[in-house]
C-alpha cells in the first residue's frame, strides 16, 4: 500500500512540474514571434496630360499645362527595433537607380531633371516636404549613389520595443520643359519608372541594409504633338483662268488671261516669323519655267498645243508684284517665290497665274496640276 501511495504522489508532482513548464512556455512566446520593423509604399504616377502641344519656336523653359502630381504614403511598423536609441528609426531612401538624368540636371536641385525619349523635352520633379535633388551622399540608397532621403518614421522614446507604427506622406510634381530653343519632333514620351524608393534602420544594434520596397514614382506616357500652319482654303484648290481668243496668243512668249489667285495660312506655331511657298510636283517646261499641259493635243486630242501656264508673284510679298516664278526649279530662292511677314500667325500668299504662247497656239483645253508646300522658321 505504501509503495502504491509513493507511486500516485510521484505522478503527480510530475503532472505539475509539466503544468508549470507549459504555462512558462506560454507566457514566453508572444516576445519571441513579435514581428520585427518592416516599412511599406505603393507606387504612384503623376497625374500628366495625355497630349502636349510644344509650340516649335518657343523658348527654353516650362511648357505650360504640362505638370502633373502624385503623392506616396510611406508606413513603418514594428519600431523600434531594439532600445538602442538610433534603432527607433525607420529612413525612407529614393534613388540609387533613378532614371537617365538630362544634362540640364543640377544635382543640388531644386528638384531632379529627367531626360525623355524626344530631344529636347526633359522633366523637372519637385518634392515637398522635402525638396528632390540628386545628390550623391550616405542615406540617398544602398550603394550610396544619386538620389535623397524623403523623411524618417521616428518611433517615440517610450515605445515598447516593435509596438510602434506611423506613416508619412511625400508629394511629387512633375513639369516638362524643352531644353532648347530650337524645334522638337512629335512624339510620344514613353512611360519611366523615375525613382525606386528603399527603407533602412541607421545605427544603433540593427543598422539594417537597405530593403527594397519595389515602389516607383512613374512618368506617364505622353503625346507630343507639334502645330503647322493652316491653309484656311484646304489642302487642295482650283485656279481658273478665262476662256480666250487663241488670237491673243499668236506670237510666242505672248501671255494672255492674267488672272490672281491666293494661298491663306492661318494658326501658324508661336514664334514662327516668315513663311513662304515653294511649287513643286508640276509638270514644267524648264526653259520657260511655266507649267505644260496635261491634256494630250496629239492625235485628235482636246488639248491646246504651245500653250503652258506662267505663274508670277502676287502684291504684299518680298518680291515685285509680276515677277515670274520658275516652276521647275525645287527651292523658293530659285523660284523666286516672295516671302511673307505672319501677321496674328498668319499670312496671305497672292500669285497670279497667266497663259504662255510657245508657239502657234492651237484651241484646245489647258489643264495642269502643281503641288505647294508652306516654310516658316
Given at each position: 500500500m505504501t509503495r502504491s501511495n509513493n507511486q500516485r504522489m510521484r505522478w503527480t508532482r510530475l503532472a505539475g512540474l509539466m503544468l508549470l513548464m507549459l504555462l512558462a512556455f506560454v507566457g514566453w512566446?508572444?516576445?519571441a514571434l513579435a514581428a520585427g520593423p518592416a516599412c511599406s509604399a505603393a507606387s504612384a504616377t503623376l497625374t500628366m496630360p495625355s497630349s502636349v502641344t510644344v509650340q516649335p519656336f518657343a523658348s527654353a523653359g516650362p511648357i505650360s499645362g504640362a505638370t502633373g502630381t502624385a503623392t506616396i504614403t510611406f508606413n513603418c511598423s514594428g519600431l523600434p527595433a531594439s532600445k538602442s536609441t538610433p534603432d527607433y528609426t525607420a529612413t525612407i531612401q529614393a534613388g540609387q537607380y533613378l532614371a537617365t538624368l538630362d544634362a540640364t540636371n543640377n544635382t543640388n536641385g531644386p528638384g531632379i531633371t529627367f531626360a525623355t525619349n524626344i530631344t529636347g523635352l526633359a522633366v523637372l520633379v519637385t518634392a515637398s516636404t522635402v525638396q528632390a535633388t540628386s545628390n550623391s551622399c550616405l542615406a540617398c540608397g544602398p550603394t550610396s549613389t544619386a538620389g535623397y532621403v524623403p523623411g524618417?518614421?521616428?518611433?517615440?522614446?517610450?515605445?515598447?520595443?516593435?509596438g510602434y507604427s506611423g506613416s508619412f506622406s511625400a508629394v511629387y510634381t512633375a513639369q516638362l520643359i524643352k531644353t532648347t530653343s530650337g524645334a522638337v519632333s512629335p512624339g510620344t514620351i514613353t512611360t519611366n519608372q523615375l525613382?525606386?524608393?528603399?527603407?533602412y534602420i541607421p545605427g544603433g544594434s540593427v543598422n539594417s541594409t537597405s530593403q527594397a520596397l519595389n515602389a516607383y514614382l512613374i512618368l506617364p506616357n505622353i503625346t507630343i504633338t507639334v502645330p503647322t500652319c493652316t491653309i484656311s482654303a484646304g489642302a487642295n484648290q482650283t485656279v481658273t483662268l478665262p476662256?480666250?481668243?487663241?488670237r491673243l496668243l499668236a506670237t510666242t512668249g505672248a501671255t494672255a488671261g492674267l488672272t490672281p489667285f491666293s494661298i491663306s495660312i492661318t494658326n501658324c506655331p508661336s514664334g514662327a516669323s516668315i513663311a513662304s511657298n515653294v511649287f513643286s510636283g508640276g509638270s514644267?517646261?524648264?526653259t520657260t519655267g511655266a507649267l505644260t499641259n496635261t491634256t494630250s493635243s496629239?492625235?485628235?486630242g482636246s488639248g491646246a498645243a504651245n500653250l503652258e501656264v506662267q505663274f508670277l508673284n502676287g502684291p504684299g510679298g518680298s518680291n515685285k508684284a509680276g515677277s515670274v516664278i520658275n516652276l521647275s526649279q525645287t527651292t523658293a530662292?530659285?523660284?523666286?517665290?516672295?516671302?511673307y511677314t505672319?501677321?496674328?500667325?498668319?499670312?496671305?500668299?497672292?500669285?497670279y497665274a497667266q497663259y504662255l504662247a510657245t508657239g502657234t497656239v492651237t484651241p484646245g483645253l489647258f489643264t495642269a496640276t502643281v503641288q505647294y508646300g508652306i516654310n516658316y522658321q
Amino acid at each position: 500500500m505504501t509503495r502504491s501511495n509513493n507511486q500516485r504522489m510521484r505522478w503527480t508532482r510530475l503532472a505539475g512540474l509539466m503544468l508549470l513548464m507549459l504555462l512558462a512556455f506560454v507566457g514566453w512566446a508572444p516576445s519571441a514571434l513579435a514581428a520585427g520593423p518592416a516599412c511599406s509604399a505603393a507606387s504612384a504616377t503623376l497625374t500628366m496630360p495625355s497630349s502636349v502641344t510644344v509650340q516649335p519656336f518657343a523658348s527654353a523653359g516650362p511648357i505650360s499645362g504640362a505638370t502633373g502630381t502624385a503623392t506616396i504614403t510611406f508606413n513603418c511598423s514594428g519600431l523600434p527595433a531594439s532600445k538602442s536609441t538610433p534603432d527607433y528609426t525607420a529612413t525612407i531612401q529614393a534613388g540609387q537607380y533613378l532614371a537617365t538624368l538630362d544634362a540640364t540636371n543640377n544635382t543640388n536641385g531644386p528638384g531632379i531633371t529627367f531626360a525623355t525619349n524626344i530631344t529636347g523635352l526633359a522633366v523637372l520633379v519637385t518634392a515637398s516636404t522635402v525638396q528632390a535633388t540628386s545628390n550623391s551622399c550616405l542615406a540617398c540608397g544602398p550603394t550610396s549613389t544619386a538620389g535623397y532621403v524623403p523623411g524618417s518614421i521616428v518611433a517615440p522614446s517610450n515605445s515598447k520595443v516593435n509596438g510602434y507604427s506611423g506613416s508619412f506622406s511625400a508629394v511629387y510634381t512633375a513639369q516638362l520643359i524643352k531644353t532648347t530653343s530650337g524645334a522638337v519632333s512629335p512624339g510620344t514620351i514613353t512611360t519611366n519608372q523615375l525613382i525606386p524608393f528603399w527603407w533602412y534602420i541607421p545605427g544603433g544594434s540593427v543598422n539594417s541594409t537597405s530593403q527594397a520596397l519595389n515602389a516607383y514614382l512613374i512618368l506617364p506616357n505622353i503625346t507630343i504633338t507639334v502645330p503647322t500652319c493652316t491653309i484656311s482654303a484646304g489642302a487642295n484648290q482650283t485656279v481658273t483662268l478665262p476662256t480666250i481668243d487663241s488670237r491673243l496668243l499668236a506670237t510666242t512668249g505672248a501671255t494672255a488671261g492674267l488672272t490672281p489667285f491666293s494661298i491663306s495660312i492661318t494658326n501658324c506655331p508661336s514664334g514662327a516669323s516668315i513663311a513662304s511657298n515653294v511649287f513643286s510636283g508640276g509638270s514644267t517646261d524648264t526653259t520657260t519655267g511655266a507649267l505644260t499641259n496635261t491634256t494630250s493635243s496629239t492625235k485628235g486630242g482636246s488639248g491646246a498645243a504651245n500653250l503652258e501656264v506662267q505663274f508670277l508673284n502676287g502684291p504684299g510679298g518680298s518680291n515685285k508684284a509680276g515677277s515670274v516664278i520658275n516652276l521647275s526649279q525645287t527651292t523658293a530662292t530659285a523660284q523666286g517665290t516672295s516671302t511673307y511677314t505672319l501677321v496674328n500667325n498668319g499670312a496671305t500668299l497672292n500669285y497670279y497665274a497667266q497663259y504662255l504662247a510657245t508657239g502657234t497656239v492651237t484651241p484646245g483645253l489647258f489643264t495642269a496640276t502643281v503641288q505647294y508646300g508652306i516654310n516658316y522658321q
